[in-house]
């Protein structure tokens, strides 16, 4: 059971160049969320997206765009990347049917130079 | 707005000891209070979730409470191992789709 997958681990971008970060997650769950985490600030919610096709902003929105094409996976992009965008990004799961557990990926390092 | 402490920021303890982790939230309308756990360079593990109408979940070694009129979830770990050093983070569920996160307690057992 691999749970929640993230892709890539590592990358590193200029300012200005664009990527995308997968998540896919072979649990059936509704919800899907994207967190960055920083030093000293925790994690913070970026995106989420409670079904197939709707998504919605978190406390961090800005610079970032989502897409939930499939139940399975959740598209994190950077149309163009900023240095303030330096974090490590972090996937998420849950479901109500079992209390919106939350199950978490092993987390994208990303840096911008 | 919902914000989240943790306290302390950094905890290092014998092998062995009993230790208690604190977490406090500024506003009790919550739904549940989650505990996780993270070593270095890896994501979160759930370790226990309490619902709002709960007051405390138990496992293993590990009993976490949850006072909402107060604001505040303890974790308590019993005799500690070097295998549970990592970072303790807690995070309230305001809603199902809106966990706000503490900043962490990072924990160190000594051997």
């Known amino acids: 059971n691999a749970g929640v997958t993230q892709t890539p681990k590592f990358r590193v971008l200029k300012t200005g160049q664009s990527m995308t970060l997968l998540c896919a997650q072979d649990?059936?769950?509704?919800?899907m969320y994207w967190y960055r985490q920083d030093p000293g600030m925790g994690l913070r919610l970026i995106h989420y997206?409670?079904?197939?096709?709707?998504?919605a902003k978190g406390e961090v929105p800005d610079g970032y765009n989502v897409s939930r094409l499939k139940k399975q996976n959740f598209l994190l992009g950077l149309e163009s990347a900023a240095p303030s965008q330096t974090s490590v990004y972090f996937c998420?799961?849950?479901?109500?049917?079992?209390?919106?557990?939350?199950?978490f990926g092993a987390g994208t390092r990303l840096s911008v130079l | 707005k919902q914000e989240v402490t943790q306290i302390p920021a950094a905890l290092s303890v014998p092998e062995g000891e009993n230790l208690v982790l604190n977490c406090s939230f500024t506003?009790?309308?919550?739904?549940?209070l989650q505990w996780f756990r993270q070593d270095p360079g890896k994501g979160l593990t759930s370790l226990l979730l309490?619902?709002?109408?709960?007051r405390e979940q138990t496992s293993g070694r590990l009993n976490a409470s949850l006072d909402k009129s107060s604001g505040r979830s303890t974790l308590y770990i019993a005799a500690s191992q070097p295998g549970d050093s990592a970072t303790y983070l807690c995070?309230?569920?305001?809603?199902?789709?809106?966990?706000?996160f503490g900043p962490g307690t990072r924990l160190s057992v000594l051997p």
């Open positions: 998420a799961s849950s479901s109500p049917e079992t209390k919106n557990i939350q199950y």
């Open positions: 649990m059936n769950h509704e919800y």
């Open positions: 997206s409670v079904g197939e096709g709707t998504t």
């Open positions: 506003d009790s309308a919550i739904y549940n």
């Open positions: 309490i619902q709002s109408s709960q």
């Open positions: 995070a309230v569920i305001v809603s199902g789709q809106n966990f706000v």
